[in-house]
């Protein structure tokens, strides 16, 4: 098979394909889209972008109770939302194996924090490896699901921002099938009443003791010497951050975690014992630098490196008081500041200059619409989570009484992910929220993928999309407080939102209009 160039996130793919999966699902979310955009390309892999998290991981585990090979994707603020089943996952374990991919995201360049997704890895005592490269994410896919299948529970793989957009060589090699053996029916196993929940609870601990013991053995953990024998500094890292060690330091040996929970404690005690200082190198918080800290070993690390933000070999060697070899480039000139803002010809900026013009309080929501907080428009004034928007306005009502100038604004994508929910609420506890929802047409912030209310599955296959009437009749809203408006007619929308306050009752507004970026490339599309 050919060597080729690809990011860390085609590497995924490739290594779910080549171990033989048989189902891919998630929700986009950068920085982890790519992966399954690539794996539905194989006709050999069924895939679906789900409407959310939680729903991505429950079908995946039921693809791996079916005994399939099954990758689930996600990024770290999705992952709060795959929560709830993911705690139980690891009572019931899997028949075929279940990799759950999460890419965190360090300096937030798309996320509204930088949650590190190791503490959910110890908290739910599952498994987790971190590549460093495109190679490693190619093995490690792979490697997980062995072991998944090997300990009988899913398994997570920890991606990065750098990692899962930078490329690197991978060897390729040829998929692997695996029989899908079907469901077993055993309730014991599988239905987690507390009966039955406390036996698994008890094969869960046993099986975290036994990986325990045998994280020393797994070839992803080991020490890489350096070119100096006798070299007083040791450095333990995972990940990418190894990579920028090992520039820095040619010269110091340095402990390589391909597995982080759990952590190989004969491995990193011979280290700690060997070198006079200990590094401990790790993006975002201090996972496994407390961890050896209470075992009792002095190690440097958060004192040193900072806890937020990309690590860098120019950062790590600066910290540390090395001068770098490498070239430097000198800029001589001061590059203007380019904000982010809204497109030229974007659909929502026709919404967001009417909310400042009428000067609208306006709860906001996770979209390439949450631009709209920023100049020229200032017109969005919190932003939590997805599906957030629907619901802060409730409870501001609830403190308040409401003062009939806040509406919620949501996304298609977003509304179908976490809005829903949110609305039934409105309706069900007799709120008065305004709730706009601005279809474009597609997922446009993550790369323009289709969602339940474009029409189109991953592969673009036509299917049903949602009706926001019916859905609105069907919650409570009265027929006549569901308003549809063209993003580009001003006085639509202006009309709809006016009408909707005015009405001082629970109402949707829905604004359509084909992103301008979707719009030119379907044009291009046809043109071809």
């Known amino acids: 098979m050919e060597k080729v160039l690809i990011s860390g996130n085609e590497a995924i793919a490739r290594g779910a394909y080549e171990a033989g999966v048989k189902v891919g699902v998630g929700y986009p979310g950068t920085p982890s889209t790519e992966i399954l955009e690539n794996l539905c390309k194989c006709k050999e892999v069924k895939t679906e972008w789900s409407v959310n998290e939680k729903v991505a991981l429950e079908v995946g585990l039921g693809a791996a109770y079916a005994g399939a090979r099954t990758i689930v994707t996600m990024k770290h603020v999705g992952l709060n939302v795959a929560a709830d089943p993911l705690f139980t996952s690891s009572y019931t374990g899997i028949k075929g194996g279940l990799v759950i991919v999460v890419a965190d995201d360090p300096d937030m360049h798309s996320s509204q924090n930088e949650q590190d997704s190791r503490h959910y890895a ?121 990579n920028y060690a090992r520039e820095v330091f040619p010269e110091a040996s340095i402990l390589k975690l391909g597995m982080v929970n759990p952590l190989p404690w004969k491995l990193i005690s011979d280290f700690c014992l060997s070198y006079e200082e200990i590094y401990v190198l790790e993006e975002l918080d201090p996972f496994v630098e407390d961890q050896i800290k209470a075992r009792g070993y002095e190690v440097f690390g958060k004192d040193v490196f900072p806890i937020a933000g990309e690590y860098s070999p120019s950062m790590i060697a600066d910290r540390l008081g090395k001068e770098s070899d490498r070239p430097q480039m000198n800029l001589s000139m001061e590059l203007p500041p380019r904000p982010p803002s809204l497109c030229p010809g974007c659909p929502h900026r026709t919404v967001f200059a009417a909310f400042k013009e009428m000067d609208l309080t306006v709860t906001g929501d996770i979209g390439c619409y949450t631009l709209g907080a920023l100049y020229p428009f200032g017109a969005m004034h919190t932003c939590v989570d997805m599906g957030a928007s629907v619901t802060v306005p409730q409870g501001m009502e609830m403190a308040t009484g409401g ?126």
């Open 122 to 242: 110890r908290a739910s005592k599952i498994p987790m490896l971190e590549p460093g490269d495109s190679n490693e994410a190619r093995d490690f896919v792979k490697l997980a699901f062995e072991l998944s299948e090997k300990y009988d529970t899913p398994v997570f793989v920890r991606a990065v921002t750098r990692m899962s957009h930078s490329m690197s060589i991978v060897q390729l090699c040829e998929r692997v099938e695996k029989e899908v053996g079907g469901f077993d029916r055993n309730p014991k196993k599988y239905v987690m009443i507390p009966g039955y929940a406390r036996a698994r609870h008890q094969v869960v601990e046993k099986r975290v003791l036994q990986m325990t013991k045998d994280a020393d053995k797994l070839s992803i953990n080991f020490v890489d010497k350096g070119s100096v024998k006798k070299c007083r500094i040791g450095i333990i890292a995972s990940g990418i951050v190894y």
């Open 403 to 528: 003062d009939g100038k806040t509406v919620a604004v949501i996304g298609d994508s977003t509304f179908a992910h976490s809005g829903i929910t949110g609305l039934l609420n409105a309706a069900y506890n007799k709120r008065h929220t305004v709730l706009v929802v601005l279809d474009n047409g597609t997922t446009a912030m993550t790369g323009m993928q289709p969602n339940p209310l474009s029409g189109k599955t991953i592969t673009g296959e036509a299917t049903v999309a949602l009706d926001y009437a019916k859905l609105g009749e069907a919650v409570g809203i009265k027929s006549e407080n569901i308003r549809f408006a063209d993003a580009y007619k001003k006085e639509e929308v202006g009309a709809a939102l006016k009408d909707s306050l005015a009405s001082g009752e629970l109402s949707l507004v829905i604004v359509k209009g084909p992103c301008v970026i979707l719009r030119r490339k379907m044009k291009k599309q046809q043109a071809s």
